[in-house]
């Protein structure tokens, strides 16, 4: 490679687009020989074949130099070869800003808004940029010795998939030729180009193989693969064109998240699925049947919904208008009396049918009325209508009385969002079709559901609708591993919540934290029921067929359904929820599950199971929970997600924690950027307390206490809280005091939280600790247990280190007055194993001792009843403590000695 250390003056650069691959270094070779006095700027490669090939073989053919010994201002032209997109040629983009630079491009891609112009330009659309220029070549008499004719003839054969894509054109064929009567290598070409599969290759190969998900796009199978990689991938693009052979596919996107970038690359073989173009509107590029894009600052659900919402847009289909619409269209004079509209409403079976002024009823055989004019189309009326009339008795009425004037028209040239857009979203029961000036059509409602769900003839429009919110979603059926995971009864409840909704014709789903431990192997009792409709409603209907009883919360669309075994069903609308500012409460709207699913919080809880019994067991995936459970990572669905609600950033902590779950880059990122850009101050401390309680309410929330510090949300909570070392090793105490503890006592209920709490708080000032107790609104008792009450704990525990070992009595007097919670506390934080033990000795066989003689005894034995009773028990107690004494017998008879020697000193006083 001939490149030089010291500043360099060329007037003229050569370059291409970055990740360069074959046809971008065969095209810079060529260009090279096209403008001898030129310099060549390599933009790079990620594609490890492409790097070590031109290492090997191919650099010492080029004058390259690199940008940092390049004097730019003394640059007078340009060159581009493969691309003419400003945003691919990063290395040279100060130069593009001059008036004065000649810019020439030689490049086979379709012209883009943005493109750059130039003052001389070779763009053909052919099959690669390395035809345009070897027809140059050869026009010109530009000899060409074999190695460069191999490396020319190998940027086609990559380009055209060896002349298999369908952006493959006959002038790829014939300047392939020319160079293979040049010398080029065929074999050469065979050896690079078609390799064996590498062992790690086959890795990736199976990962995308094992997340395939096809979806139905305009009549076509577009086929999506979304995996991560904590490392990048190298020659994804090669096991992505070997995944397509195998697996026969037309249309393939592989969607990969390597560290924290995402990389798309696509493959096409189908004219009217432009990968190109596709990629294109995501910050990528290529041609129609191969192309690549990079994405940072996106979660993968986010690229992948918005790769599909630009599929939908540009995949052009079949002629599909033509396809579903009725034709003849049936189309009535606007003066015809809404009773005789009725008759031609039965007569051909059709729920609703066009009116034109002027027209005329068309009958099958009338070919001339089965076309109208548009302009003369003023409405169209329903059946729904006519039987209003007729129930009202307005049958003699024209229907232009009752028509609906407000409609849309739909050209010829259409696709299916627009036509669903128009009849289902704008809830318009017919849709006239029309080419130029001529009404030759209609579509329906049924039409284009047909068309969606092929073969699904029957079925509620509310059934419809909720296969239609499916639209990107990955399906299977896991009954099967349901029934494994499941215990019998859980599986016959389910099925009952699903004949429930088919009964109400409504979707209904079971979801979130249910779904998630499932496919976790965890145990989950609690069953969250998601209805698309009216879920309290269906939550009172399903109450009623199990005999339990229901408590709905109207307001927010949710109920609580108690069976008579005191099992509960939460239900709730599915629903969509904005938030009006960051931090603020949601605001709450009727949705789909879809919307319902993507308010979630992160994409581990936004499964869902389909209830309804035709397709009972089918998990819906809309958002890549699957993929990400399966790697163990906490992911936001949207990267807004903390700034509209920063508590799930607790929450991410949380479920990593609860997990072993790493929190995925990008995640991470938004988690900093929320703490720096400080969204927590609008939060109130109620909220943030319920979810630091859920945190230490957790098994074992020490690591996750350690995320919070690591984050520096512990300065959320106050800026003097301190979590060190000491902490760290204090909360290591409290795991094993509790582990101990709920071992010995399962039935005893403490507040778990506080016990980590007091530990948290234990080295903050006390107006430090006071504050954060204001901030989180704590009830009066739970703020004794973790204030005051611990500061008395802190000063037993300093007593009793001071004082060991001491006896029974004593440590029974330091620690009766204390909760579990505190005795908990004190096991925990004590510094000497000795004090530790004599802790737990007083809670397993001190705190329970109690006397069987009562105050009824000691007026038997005429004491007078008053202050001295509370003495006398005290000391009888103490007694029993240190093993003085054990039986009734031997209480009684200690009172008799007190009471003896308190006579005793009365009379020595006396």
């Known amino acids: 490679m001939k490149e030089k250390n010291q500043k360099r003056q060329p007037e003229t650069i050569i370059t291409s687009h970055v990740n360069s691959d074959f046809d971008s270094l065969a095209s810079m070779l060529a260009a090279q020989k096209l403008y001898p006095e030129a310099v060549i700027i390599f933009p790079g490669s990620q594609e490890k074949n492409v790097r070590d090939f031109f290492v090997s073989t191919m650099s010492y053919m080029f004058n390259m ?79 060409i010795a074999p190695e460069e004719a191999t490396i020319m003839a190998m940027g086609i054969y990559e380009d055209t998939g060896s002349f298999t894509y369908t952006s493959t054109t006959e002038a790829d064929f014939k300047e392939a030729a020319f160079l293979i009567s040049c010398g080029a290598s065929i ?80 493959r096409s073989r189908i004219k009217e699925a432009d990968v190109g173009q596709i990629l294109s509107l995501m910050n990528g590029g290529g ?55 009725g008759r031609i409403l039965t007569r051909y079976n059709i729920n609703a049918v066009l009116v034109s002024r002027g027209g005329r009823h068309c009958h099958g055989e009338d070919k001339d009325s089965a076309k109208g004019d548009p302009e003369r189309v003023v409405g169209f009326i329903t059946r729904q209508i006519i039987d209003k009339t007729l129930y009202h008795k307005l049958d003699d009425l024209p229907v232009h009385e009752y028509m609906n004037t407000d409609f849309e028209v739909i050209s010829t040239e259409a696709g299916i969002p627009e036509i669903q857009s128009k009849i ?17 059509g209609v579509i329906t409602r ?4 047909n068309f969606i769900f092929p073969g699904s003839k029957k079925g509620t429009e509310q059934e419809k609708a909720g296969e239609n919110s499916m639209r990107h979603a ?23 919540i699903g004949l429930a909704g088919d009964r109400m014709g409504l979707n209904v789903f079971v979801v979130g934290g249910f779904v998630r431990d499932l496919m976790l192997y965890r145990k989950s009792d609690d069953i969250d029921i998601v209805v698309e409709g009216d879920g309290t409603a269906f939550a009172g209907y399903l109450a009623d067929i199990k005999k339990g009883r229901c408590n709905t919360h109207p307001e927010f669309g949710t109920a609580v359904v108690i069976l008579p075994s005191g099992f509960k069903i939460d239900v709730a609308s599915a629903r969509l929820e904005y938030y009006k500012s960051p931090a603020a409460l949601p605001t709450v709207e009727m949705s789909s599950i879809k919307l319902d699913l993507v308010r979630r919080d992160f994409t581990i809880n936004t499964l869902a199971i389909r209830l309804n019994s035709d397709e009972f067991g089918t998990l819906i995936d809309f958002f890549g929970g699957q993929r990400d459970i399966k790697d163990k990572t ?69 690591s996750a206490i350690a995320l919070l510090n690591e984050y520096k949300l512990d300065k959320v909570i106050h800026p003097e809280l ?68 611990r500061l008395r704990a802190d000063d037993r525990l300093y007593l009793l280190e001071k004082n060991m070992p001491c006896k029974n009595s004593t440590l029974h007097n330091l620690l009766s007055i204390f909760k579990t919670e505190h005795i908990l506390y004190m096991m925990a934080t004590a510094r000497h194993e000795e004090v530790r033990k004599a802790i737990s000795f007083f809670y397993t066989h001190l705190k329970d001792i109690s006397l069987l003689i009562r105050g009824k005894d000691l007026m038997e034995m005429g004491i007078e009843p008053g202050p001295v009773y509370r003495d006398i028990m005290h000391q009888v107690l103490g007694a029993k403590l240190d093993g003085l004494i054990q039986t009734r017998e031997d209480e009684v008879d200690h009172v008799k000695k007190i009471q003896k020697k308190a006579i005793y000193s009365s009379s020595e006083m006396n």
């Open 65 to 143: 130099v690199i940008p940092e010994n390049i004097d730019f201002e003394k640059v007078r032209k340009l060159v581009l070869v493969d691309t003419r997109q400003k945003k691919r040629v990063p290395a040279v983009a100060a130069l593009l800003d001059r008036d004065d630079l000649e810019i020439h491009i030689y490049d086979h891609h379709p012209f883009q808004d943005g493109d750059l112009k130039g003052d001389v330009e070779e763009c053909i659309p052919t099959g690669a940029a390395i035809t345009i220029l070897t027809r140059l070549l050869r026009e010109k008499g530009i000899p």
């Open 287 to 341: 041609h129609p049947s191969a192309a690549s894009a990079k994405i940072s600052d996106s979660t993968l659900a986010q690229v992948e919904h918005e790769l599909l919402d630009i599929i939908y847009k540009k995949v052009h289909g079949r002629d599909v208008v033509r396809e579903i619409m009725s034709s003849p269209p049936i189309v009535v004079d606007s003066m015809l009396p809404c009773r005789r509209a």
């Open 634 to 702: 906490i992911r936001i669905i949207h990267n807004v997600s903390f700034v509209e609600d920063p508590t799930r950033v607790f929450r991410a902590i949380k479920f990593a924690n609860r997990f072993d779950f790493t929190i995925g880059k990008l995640t991470a990122n938004l988690i900093r950027n929320a703490i720096k850009i400080d969204f927590f101050k609008r939060l109130s401390g109620r909220r943030v307390f319920s979810e630091l309680k859920q945190i230490l309410e957790e098994e074992n929330p020490i």
């Open 187 to 266: 074999a050469d070409i065979s050896d690079l180009l078609v390799k064996e599969i590498r062992s790690d290759q086959i890795i990736w190969l199976n990962a995308l193989l094992n997340e395939i998900n096809c979806h139905k796009i305009n009549g076509y199978d577009i086929h999506i693969s979304t995996i991560s990689s904590p490392a990048y991938i190298p020659d994804l693009a090669s096991i992505v064109q070997k995944l397509m052979k195998i697996e026969e596919m037309d249309v393939f996107f592989a969607v990969a998240l390597m560290e924290n970038k995402i990389h798309i690359v696509a």
């Open 474 to 496: 990955k399906t299977r059926n896991i009954l099967s591993f349901m029934k494994e995971r499941l215990k019998p009864e859980i599986i016959y409840l389910l099925r009952d």
């Open 722 to 789: 301190i979590f060190d070392k000491n902490i760290t090793s204090m909360m290591e105490s409290v795991k094993r005091a509790l582990a101990w503890h709920d071992l010995l006592y399962l039935d005893v209920d403490y507040l778990r939280w506080a016990v980590y709490f007091m530990v948290l708080i234990k080295n903050c000032p006390v107006k430090a600790a006071e504050d954060i107790c204001m901030k989180f609104r704590l009830p009066p008792k739970q703020k004794n247990i973790v204030l005051k009450d």
């Open 446 to 449: 049924t039409d284009i559901l």
């Open 424 to 440: 289902i979203e704008g809830k318009q029961r017919i849709l006239p079709v029309v080419n130029g000036h001529e009404v030759i």
